[in-house]
């Protein structure tokens, strides 16, 4: 029975780890979220969050 190459296998988990890196890297560079749903989009339906910080017109 072969021995397991233990070299090879941490070798490919480095490998992966840089690789995802390198994917956030990038994706931090061009400013997009790539989840869908992420909070500090628009709405699907067009309609944008109210904005809490905005002024109100007054009710007179």
């Known amino acids: 029975m072969a021995t397991p190459n233990y070299s090879y296998e941490k070798r490919q988990r480095e490998l992966a780890k840089k690789r995802k890196a390198e994917e956030k890297r990038q994706r931090k560079l061009s400013g ?8 500090d989009e628009p709405q699907a339906d ?3 969050a109210a904005d809490p910080a905005a002024p109100t017109d007054p009710q007179t």
């Open 46 to 48: 067009g309609e944008a």
């Open 32 to 39: 997009k979220p790539d989840d869908a749903n992420a909070p």
